[in-house]
Structures are given as structure tokens and as C-alpha cells.
């Protein structure tokens, strides 16, 4: 680590401590020259996903953009702000453990349908009609009809 002020080589380390939920390492530190102090941040960096689009674009991932699509699917529902704010949360998490940086954007659909189908029917169908492209009203009266007979075979 060079020294800001006077650009030595060589500084030493007073004080480190952690902060915001151990993902940031802040260091006091002095030159071993001039004597100055100043501080430093660490944190971790990791490659930022990115999400290939249908047409093959590639843009960087955007946890608004699920949640937006997700409140756009709840509105009107009972479902809490903390609820969805979990649903981004588990589904970013899983898209950062995932082995790639590189996740197609069909790949995080899926994820979000999964989720609001067990969570709310109605939102479920909301989103799967945009992200599925419903283009008529037997669109959705088949993916209703699949959540009957799913329904009838956890029931029977």
C-alpha cells in the first residue's frame, strides 16, 4: 500500500476492525516515512453477474428489475413487503452461488415463478402471463387449469 501524501512504499497498520456485516475491512493505517495516517476500505469484490436476454443481449443483472416485476405481480395482494423482499434476496443469493457470472435471464424467470407460485396464484399467473408472452385469454385459462390439476394431485 503506497502512502497517499507522500507515495512511500511502506506503511504499517494501527487498528483494522470490520463493518457492514463483515464484508468491509477498514484499516488505520501510517506511512513509515512521513508519518501520516489515513484509512482504507477492503472489501470483497465479486464478478458481477450478468444476464444474457433471449435476443442474446447481455445486461447487467438488476435485483429493482426482479423486484419491480415481482411487486408489479403482488399488486393488490396480500403480500408483505417483507415477502418479497426475501424473494429478492434468496434468489440473488442462489444466482450468486451458482457456478457462472453469466445467467440467462429465462434461468431467473423460472426462479420467480417458482417462488410466487407457492407464495400467491393469482401474482403467479400475473408474472407468468408476461414473462410465459399470454397472448389470449385461453392462455391463461390453461395455466389456471394447471393449477387445478396440480392442486387435485397434492390433494388426492
Known amino acids: 500500500m503506497n502512502c497517499p501524501f507522500c507515495n512511500y512504499h511502506d506503511t504499517g497498520v494501527i487498528e483494522s476492525r470490520t463493518m457492514e456485516d463483515r464484508q468491509v475491512v477498514r484499516r488505520r493505517r501510517y506511512c513509515k516515512k512521513c508519518n501520516k495516517r ?5 472489501r470483497i469484490e465479486l464478478m458481477p453477474l450478468v444476464v444474457i436476454k433471449k435476443d442474446e443481449r447481455r445486461e447487467p443483472f438488476s435485483r429493482d428489475k426482479i423486484k419491480r416485476g415481482i411487486l408489479r405481480a403482488c399488486e393488490k395482494r396480500p ?3 417483507l415477502q418479497v423482499e426475501q424473494m429478492v434476496d434468496e ?3 442462489k444466482l450468486k452461488q451458482s457456478s457462472g ?3 440467462k435471464a429465462q434461468v431467473i424467470g423460472q426462479m420467480v415463478i417458482n417462488r410466487l ?3 400467491d396464484e393469482v401474482a403467479y399467473v400475473r408474472f407468468a402471463s408476461v414473462y410465459r408472452h399470454f397472448e389470449d385469454v385461453g392462455s391463461f385459462l390453461k ?3 394447471r393449477i387445478k390439476v396440480s392442486k387435485k394431485k397434492i390433494k388426492g
Not at 489515513?38 to 477492503?42: N, P
Open 38 to 42: 489515513f484509512t482504507t476500505h477492503e
Open 79 to 81: 403480500i408483505s413487503m
Open 91 to 93: 434468489i440473488e443469493e
Open 101 to 103: 457470472n453469466e445467467i
Open 117 to 119: 407460485k407457492k407464495l
Open 143 to 145: 395455466e389456471i387449469d
